[in-house]
């Protein structure tokens, strides 16, 4: 029974339209009642097939010992084997570092690390939820976990591994590029000209390739053919190779990987200044505050929840670190300049596809542990304040 | 107080004070302007540098290129063709008629690529032009992948603004499980994943038709944000090996399809949280009326919602384009015969038996970050607009 | 702690503002003597904030001088004004409390501490907020949001008070009560006061004199009273009044107004083809028809409560009536209007300006 299409207003009347419909209608019925599903189901599928069941999978494969036979994959369950030697194994050096002989300093701070830990896990077992309790307990044992890797290796003046430059990049790196980034967008939100022309520029290197950028770095950190020649030699460096020692190395990371970044917190943090209410302060300026007094106790708290949050995405996408160490310095010298990330490739290309799923493993879990304490400890307390 | 007011002189400034106080709202103090524009013009010098270093490295030869550093074309050395020529020209297949014939396979290929679940797909020739074939595939696997992502992120983050869903949490467990026991079983047993995968969805459905009914906690809306946004925190490397796997044991290695996918994936935590916070913004009323005048949810999103949000669309369109345009780990790690893309193009140039040959790597840079920039130019001018500011302060 | 501080008065001398090519303000004149409460009344987009904001040191004036006692200041920074300012949205620091807030200006003058907390504790006894000293913005409603500005304000007893446009974010019933207190504070401090706003009621109420300004010109700068009873030209006449004057279309001639055809008799002479014909609801009366000085159709009537609004049709204009409250006429009545010469204001309909 089909539905009279209405001629004109006088057929849409109160009271004109039939009581059935029809098949069609019925099917468009049940498609918008169940909308709800089709909108939301293409991504959760996906969600599911390409990161959560390969997540899992990659489980099995951490757990097992993988050879690749006549026939596809041959998995052999070893437990916890590839973990194990990470830590206590043959690749506890390329992981952890060398962590004997630990130095009294290395061994005082590190005292000093666990009780303060220890004592703010007490203080918020008496304000805390079971479920906050268990965070916080996770929290603290990497805290001292971390705090024992960082006072054994490097404290003690040994080297470190791979968990720790991985670790060096997002602290030092995040560090430094909030301070340029912050500074930066405090420059931009002064009455200059030619801001908007400012933003364009700066935004550039953030949308480059990264691929790109670390060929383009490695060119120019050339110390022979670079364009820093002229100027090495002038400060009577020539000798100087930076990608000889593991620190140098390292550094030059930090700063290649900056110049990429930076732009991020730039435009995040400009925007940030730009969005604080023009009323407040113009009413801190008739009221006598200097600029640097308006800053600071005017527009900065202001500033701060988007600070922290712009930090954290930050930090987030700061674990994942890949192209630039693997093009600039294939990891070395040795495997200093080696991100957990590129680890785990150089471990897949010498076909241990058990211990790369377990690194791959391990830095899921270090990302989530240190992520989600910076976010519930920081950027939630700064959110809930504003 | 008085004090205050009677020190100040407009008309008799000491130096001091006219270096170092503003003369007026809106303006700066001589000193300052002096320290604001350096620091901006010396960043500005440290932004410029490597992209005109490349640029002026990809018109050089081997000569200028090895013996120390050159600066300035025409002063420090002769600007030359040859690695442009050598990327393009010089290559045996890319003169026009072949370039002719390669437009017309790609867009033969694209139709079967649409009919592939029904006809075999046509292998491209193997001969073709190094960088017009890294190009077109860098392109047609960027925009489709961007169109995707974007589409299904869209609807996603709609369904989550508009859209109550209450998932039991038992439910979940019961979906978590299955997964685990499909992955044991296919992992260690003979059976093929097809199967299990079918026996585990049919058993997921049954127990939650019986058992689902009596679960009482759910979880909402903010929590399933919550999971697709964190998405972004898990490390690519994690999924790669198990995806290539999986690729290969459905056929799909080294093809448009699975870079495709995996690219939309990888963003779709973008795409779901800025958008969200575009629909929500929006006023519910808008929805409503023209619920109460019969629009079905899917007409109400695609007639109302979606030009309401165009600039925040485009600005998310060009992000995850750029993105995707840059995608590299995956490439890498899936595709490297059939569907090389800029970026692996650029780091095949990378090893030459005779060291690198920087000037070819830079100009094939040239051309994969000349599109990247042009379109960040575009995006600035929607993010100066404060456009995507609203989800970095949610 | 009134205190003895000498009042400042305030001068605009030739003052002129544009942006770009829009010019705001053109050749503003304004002298306000010390003491008192000045009301810029005007439309948005009149240049009644623009005003305030060149006198505050926000903006610079494109041509003028500005003075605050015998200074010129007009180049001069804010803070060296010796003003303060009460903003629209009150611009409260979210992460400060209320005392933290209050005491804001003194701090900035690094005044020491147990001086600084007397002193907020006067202000905000002063606006009744001793009690909520330790809250934060966002825990107040909007009349407490207001005193905790108003009380910031006069922390430092300033020269001369700016306020814009206070209390147009508070609902209509605590309006009332806040110009009240507003007037009575002024009044105690005896502190010049330039405040700017759009609600007639407003300007009224607590103005020692009114400024109306529209498009950047001063309209008329009088008294309320002579404001209400002797508007300068067309425009000021219907801003103020509440309902608003009536106008009637027509053309003066001689000592009559001719309109549609009736014939009213006016106080004033001239010769003005194209003439409007002003009346306040509550100067004209309703009679029988035929009996008054003009007669027309009633469109509706309106019960306020003490008093019936009567709108009536003439030709092209309707005329609002303020008749007694049991007034019974209905819609589609013949009704006389009686327009007494006395309190009918004749105007030129193109320039605006009052025939005397």
């Known amino acids: 029974m089909q539905k009279p299409v209405p001629q004109n207003t006088k057929d849409i009347q109160p009271g004109n339209s039939p009581a059935g419909i029809s098949s069609g209608d019925k099917w468009r019925e049940w498609c918008d009642r169940h909308a709800g599903s089709f909108f939301i189901a293409p991504a959760v599928t996906l969600i599911l097939i390409f990161a959560i069941f390969p997540t899992i999978y990659s489980m099995v494969f951490a757990l097992s010992r993988v050879r690749f036979t006549g026939d596809g994959l041959k998995f052999r369950y070893v437990g916890f084997r590839n973990f194990a030697k990470q830590f206590f194994g043959s690749s506890e050096m390329h992981f952890l570092g060398r962590t004997e002989p630990v130095s009294i300093l290395g061994m005082i701070i590190f005292a000093v690390i666990v009780v303060t830990v220890l004592w703010w896990l007490y203080r918020s077992w008496k304000t805390a939820t079971w479920v906050r309790m268990l965070g916080r307990s996770i929290s603290a044992a990497m805290a001292i976990f971390l705090g024992w890797i960082l006072c054994a290796s490097l404290l003690s003046g040994n080297s470190i591994g791979t968990l720790y430059t991985t670790l060096f990049y997002v602290l030092f790196g995040c560090a430094v590029q909030f301070a340029i980034g912050t500074g930066l967008a405090f420059l931009c939100s002064q009455p200059i000209r030619g801001r908007n022309f400012f933003r364009v520029l700066f935004f550039i290197p953030l949308m480059v390739t990264p691929l790109g ?47 990429q970044w930076i732009p991020f917190i ?22 006598g505050a200097s600029s640097f007094h308006i800053f600071r106790d005017v527009t900065w708290p202001q500033v701060v929840p988007v600070a922290v949050t712009v930090l954290l995405i930050r930090a987030i996408e700061a674990f994942k670190i890949m192209d630039l160490p693997n093009i600039m310095t294939g990891g070395g010298p040795g495997s200093s300049t080696e991100s957990m990330t590129l680890h785990s490739v150089y471990v897949w290309r010498a076909n241990d596809l058990g211990s790369s799923a377990a690194i791959a493993y391990l830095l899921l879990i270090l990302t989530v542990v240190v992520c989600a304490s910076f976010f519930n400890y920081v950027v939630l307390s700064q959110i809930r304040k504003a | 107080m008085k004090d205050v007011i009677v020190k100040f002189d407009p008309q008799n400034r000491s130096l001091m004070e006219r270096l170092f106080e503003p003369p007026a709202i809106g303006k700066m103090a001589p000193f300052t302007k002096v320290v604001v524009y350096s620091f901006l013009a010396i960043w500005s ?16 030869d081997a000569a200028a290129v090895n013996q120390g550093p050159n600066f300035i074309p025409f002063i420090d050395f002769q600007p030359t063709l040859d690695a442009w020529r050598i990327n393009f020209t010089a290559d045996p297949y890319c003169d026009i008629a072949s370039i002719a014939r390669q437009i017309y396979l790609l867009a033969h290929n694209s139709v079967i690529f649409v009919l592939s679940p029904f006809v075999s797909l046509q292998p491209m020739e193997p001969q073709i032009c190094k960088i017009y074939l890294a190009f077109t595939n860098s392109v047609v696997i960027s925009i489709i992948s961007t169109i995707f992502c974007v589409a299904v992120g869209s609807m996603a983050a709609y369904a989550l603004a508009r859209i ?87 056929g799909l290695l080294d093809t448009h399809l699975a870079l495709i996918l995996l690219y939309a994936v990888a963003n779709l935590p973008i795409v779901v949280w800025l958008m969200h916070d575009f629909f929500a913004n929006l006023p519910i009323e808008l929805e409503e009326s023209a619920q109460l005048d019969g629009a079905t949810r899917f007409g109400i999103f695609w007639e109302i919602v979606m030009p309401l949000t165009r600039p925040g669309l485009a600005a998310t369109t060009l992000l995850i384009l750029v993105l995707n345009w840059n995608e590299y780990l995956f490439a890498v790690f899936l595709a490297t015969v059939k569907v090389q893309t800029m970026p692996i193009m650029v780091a095949a140039k990378n090893t030459g ?42 | 702690m009134t205190g003895n501080r000498t009042k400042a008065s305030v001068r605009f001398d030739g003052v002129q503002k544009s942006f770009g090519t829009v010019k705001v303000l053109e050749e503003f004149n304004l002298e306000v003597q010390p003491g008192e409460f000045l009301v810029l009344l005007g439309a948005s987009g009149s240049g009644k904030t623009t005003a305030l904001r060149i006198l505050s040191g926000l903006e610079v004036p494109s041509a003028g001088q500005v003075y605050i006692g015998e200074r010129d200041v007009t180049q001069v920074l804010p803070k060296y004004r010796d003003i303060s300012m009460v903003f629209q949205s009150y611009a409260l620091y979210p992460h400060k409390t209320v005392a933290e807030n209050i005491g804001f200006p003194l701090k900035v003058k690094k005044m020491p501490k147990a001086a600084m907390e007397a002193a907020i504790l006067d202000a905000a006894k002063q606006v009744q907020l001793e009690t909520l000293l330790d809250r934060y913005p966002r825990e107040l409603s909007g009349g407490q949001r207001q005193r905790v500005a108003l009380a910031r304000a006069i922390i430092r007893r300033p020269s001369v008070f700016l306020m814009d446009e206070p209390l147009s974010n508070l609902d209509a019933k605590l309006r009332g009560h806040m110009r009240a207190e507003l007037k009575h504070m002024q009044a105690t401090l005896g502190i010049t006061t330039i405040y700017v706003t759009h609600d007639q009621i407003e300007a009224m109420t607590l103005a020692n004199r009114v400024a109306v300004l529209e498009k950047g010109v001063l309209q008329q700068l009088a008294p309320p009273s002579e404001i209400y009873n002797n508007p300068a030209n067309l425009f000021v006449a219907q801003f103020i009044g509440s309902p608003a004057m009536n106008v009637i279309h027509g053309s003066l001639e001689g000592a009559s107004f001719l309109t549609n055809g009736a014939k009213v008799e006016t106080k004033v002479k001239g010769q003005i083809p194209k003439a409007v014909a002003g009346v ?17 159709q009633i469109f509706t009537t309106e019960l306020i409560g003490d008093h019936t609004l009567v709108t009536v049709n003439w030709g092209n204009d309707q005329i609002v009536v303020k008749a007694h409250k049991d007034f019974d006429g209905k819609q589609g009545d013949g009704v006389g209007v009686q327009l007494p010469a006395d309190n009918l204001y004749i105007f030129n309909e193109t320039s605006g300006e009052r025939i005397r």
């Open chain 1, 266 to 287: 730039f435009i995040c943090m400009l925007a940030a200044l730009e969005n604080v209410p023009r009323d407040h302060v113009e009413a801190a300026q008739v009221d």
């Open chain 2, 353 to 394: 038996e005779k060291g690198v040959l920087w000037w070819e790597m830079c100009a094939v840079t040239v051309v994969m970050i000349i599109p990247v920039i042009i379109m960040s130019i575009l995006l600035t001018r929607f993010i100066s607009k404060g456009v995507l500011l609203g989800a970095v302060k949610g």
């Open chain 2, 45 to 60: 010098f440290f932004v410029l540098f490597p992209i005109y270093w490349v640029i002026i490295t990809s018109f050089k």
């Open chain 2, 164 to 250: 109550q869903y209450k998932p039991k949490f038992g439910n979940i467990m019961i979906f978590v499980l299955l997964i685990l026991a499909v992955t044991l079983m296919t992992t260690y047993s003979g059976i093929p994943w097809w199967m299990s995968s079918a026996v585990a969805l049919a058993l997921f459905f049954f127990l939650a038709r019986s058992i689902g009914r009596h679960f009482k906690m759910s979880l909402g809306n903010g929590d399933i944000l919550f999971w697709m946004i964190s998405q972004r925190i898990l490390p690519p490397i994690v999924v790669v090996v198990p995806l290539y796997v999986m690729f290969q044991a459905v």
């Open chain 3, 280 to 296: 306040r609801p509550e100067d004209c009366a309703v009679t029988d028809l035929g009996k008054g000085s003009i007669n027309g």
């Open chain 1, 213 to 259: 950028v670390g060929f383009a770095m490695r060119m120019i950190a050339d110390v022979t053919k670079g364009p820093f020649e002229p100027i090495l030699g002038l400060l009577g460096l020539q000798d100087w190779v930076w990608s000889a020692s593991p620190w140098s190395a390292r550094f030059v990371m930090v700063i290649c990987d900056s110049w």
